[in-house]
């Protein structure tokens, strides 16, 4: 469901992207700051392929990882209000997940299609029939944080499959899962859920999970649930015996820092989940409509003021990964007025290039940071194609 903004998910929607650039990846060699310099956006397959650590990334030894509550003990502020982000809650076993214990039968029917999701404290059934037959399975992993909703993951013969149905918070009921067909399912397997492939469901789980793969092997029953600091910050565990052992130095390289990347970078690692420009470009998502409002970092890169190259717009300038996301739409205003003039009569300076708004200096994101409800997701979303965004203009793409 979302994180900084993790959204909600959908293997289909949310993953096939990456693995259609993997072929991409043959022709380049692409270090994870090697972009510095030249202000473009890169496929994350690129980036993830390249030497450095980048989110998603399965090269580091299981071992080398060591779970959040390392990390708590020098950074317990931090560690504590990440308790309470999206992020560290995109992946539960659905044995824990809130939304099933708090609704215990689910139903649903599309055309012929019986659905019942039951939730006792042992397992989560999922169970769907017909006027002839039924098929059962227990489903293993929820996808998101429930702020949105929660997709479902089961396991059959060695293969992973995606649900066919999700669960929506606004609606407090099952649907068809984001990216799906809503056509009727040809088989009852098919109305059950769908296949992932093998490479869908390592993206998948790299992105709703930490170090699911490991070595280059992907085993998401090994992996650290939710996406934790060293899904971003990278293994920890030399970084913290160096810690304990009083000798690590700053910048010794024993641990990624996101916040020294430069801005490019710095959008582009957040799109390692959320979707980078050239993903959401080359995977050929534009002209899918307001569907890809989720895709945030694409979003902001199609905005005039990023084409300006100021360095302070990036995500981590309004959102930081620690916390969780505001809803406050008030608090974002000093981020606005930090590069755009307060008032009409200051002009404009190199620290604000930003010309005042003549309408107001409130809210600012409500008139310029629209939200947007894509068909069938019953939720909304910010867009962050920062425009001017009259009501009756037409959704940019």
Known sequence: MKSALLIF????????????????????????????????????????????????????????????????????????????????????????????????????????YTYQLLTTPEKSTLTVGNATSSLSVDLLWALGSGHMGQTFIYQQSAKFYESHVSFYTASQALDITPGQSHSIPATLEDAAGRAIPPNEARFCFGCHTTASTARNQFDPSAAFLGVTCEACHGPGAQHIAAARAKTEKRGDGSIFNPAQLARVDSVDFCGACHRTWQDVVSGQMVGAGTFNVRFAPYRLENSKCWAGGDARITCMSCHDPHKPLSHDVASYDQNCLACHASSPTEKKSETHPGAACPVATKNCVTCHMPKVEPPNLHSTFTDHWIRIAHPSSAYPE
């Open 9 to 112: 998910p959908s293997a289909v929607a949310l993953c096939l992207v990456l693995s259609a650039l993997f072929f991409l990846a043959s022709s380049f060699s692409i270090s994870a700051q090697s972009s510095q310099s030249s202000s473009i956006s890169l496929a994350t397959e690129m980036r993830v392929r390249g030497p450095g650590w980048w989110p998603t990334k399965g090269q580091p030894a299981r071992a080398e990882y060591t779970g959040p509550d390392a990390c708590s003990e020098c950074h317990e502020l931090k560690s504590e209000t990440a308790q309470s982000t999206p992020m560290l809650h995109a992946a539960v076993r659905a044995s824990d997940s809130r939304s099933l214990r708090e609704h215990a039968n689910l139903p649903f029917q599309t055309g012929p």
